[in-house]
């Protein structure tokens, strides 16, 4: 555990939801970039929260005679990892876990927030690149998924072409490729798919792959030479 990083609780009902928010709270940087992160951190969850009781509300007014009302509730988890920190730059990969009292079980789903404590602001993912990741590391990815290796088990790929599964490079193109959560490995692509260990998994390509894919700038950033 990162002790330069300390989780701060925030809890609460309404409207049915019940939430359990844990904000990370970074203790590294200029004291001006930390007070950024944290500012724009409760921004960003507290509009989720909200997001989440207008979709609640919405939810129990179209179903509120076909569903008991003890069962027109819901709760909503947030937690988060560290990937990367500096005093520079800081990395976190937020999970949410969704919950209602009708659904059959609960969904995660998962955002990345990288933010730059050395300027106040959020680190987009247009800066980061010189060339577009899906079109670098799609096949990359679509080979570590699971899916693929349960699909081409027992087929000779040793003509990677003859092992190309188009159903799921198509699932990937339509993935949003801009989160990207830094780590000392490398860069890990996160992307929403149902799958045997959850609803969200995650791609690692190694510092020494990405590194001419990636602008010279953040390059510098992150120590690559």
Same mark, same amino acid.
């Given at each position: 555990?990162?002790?330069r990083?300390?989780?701060?609780?925030?809890?609460?009902e309404?409207?049915?939801?019940s939430?359990?928010?844990?904000?990370?709270?970074?203790?590294?940087g200029?004291?001006?970039?930390?007070?950024?992160? @944290?500012?724009?951190?409760?921004?960003?969850?507290?509009?989720?929260?909200?997001?989440?009781? @207008?979709?609640?509300?919405?939810?129990?007014?179209? =179903?509120?005679?076909?569903?008991?009302a003890?069962?027109?509730?819901?709760?909503y988890?947030?937690? %988060?990892?560290?990937? %990367?920190?500096?005093?520079?730059?800081?990395?976190?990969?937020?999970c949410e %876990?969704?919950? #209602?009292?009708?659904?059959a079980?609960?969904?995660?789903?998962?955002?990345?927030?990288?933010?730059?404590?050395d300027?106040g602001?959020p680190? =987009?993912? #247009?800066?980061?690149?010189?060339?577009s990741p899906? =079109?670098?590391?799609?096949?990359? !990815?679509?080979?570590?998924?699971?899916? %693929?290796?349960?699909?081409?088990?027992?087929?000779?790929?040793s003509?990677?072409? =003859? !092992?190309?599964?188009p159903?799921l490079?198509?699932?990937y @193109?339509?993935?949003?490729?801009d989160?990207?959560?830094?780590? #000392?490995?490398?860069?890990?692509?996160i992307?929403?798919?149902?799958?045997?260990?959850?609803?969200?998994?995650? !791609?690692l390509?190694?510092?020494?792959?990405a590194r001419?894919a990636?602008?010279p700038?953040?390059?510098?950033?992150?120590?690559l @030479?």
């Amino acid at each position: 555990m990162d002790r330069r990083v300390r989780a701060e609780r925030r809890e609460g009902e309404r409207s049915g939801l019940s939430w359990d928010v844990a904000l990370p709270v970074v203790e590294a940087g200029p004291p001006e970039g930390r007070r950024a992160f @944290r500012e724009w951190m409760e921004r960003e969850v507290g509009r989720r929260v909200e997001k989440e009781i @207008r979709g609640l509300e919405e939810f129990v007014e179209e =179903e509120k005679d076909k569903i008991p009302a003890e069962n027109l509730r819901a709760f909503y988890e947030l937690r %988060y990892a560290v990937g %990367y920190l500096d005093d520079r730059l800081v990395s976190v990969l937020m999970c949410e %876990y969704h919950g #209602a009292g009708w659904a059959a079980h609960p969904f995660e789903s998962a955002w990345v927030v990288n933010f730059r404590l050395d300027e106040g602001r959020p680190l =987009e993912a #247009a800066e980061m690149f010189r060339r577009s990741p899906k =079109e670098v590391w799609l096949k990359d !990815c679509v080979r570590r998924d699971g899916r %693929y290796r349960e699909w081409t088990e027992g087929l000779d790929c040793s003509d990677p072409s =003859e !092992c190309e599964d188009p159903e799921l490079e198509d699932e990937y @193109r339509k993935q949003d490729w801009d989160r990207v959560l830094l780590t #000392a490995k490398g860069l890990v692509f996160i992307f929403d798919t149902y799958h045997v260990d959850g609803d969200y998994l995650g !791609c690692l390509i190694a510092w020494g792959s990405a590194r001419r894919a990636l602008r010279p700038e953040f390059r510098r950033l992150v120590g690559l @030479r």
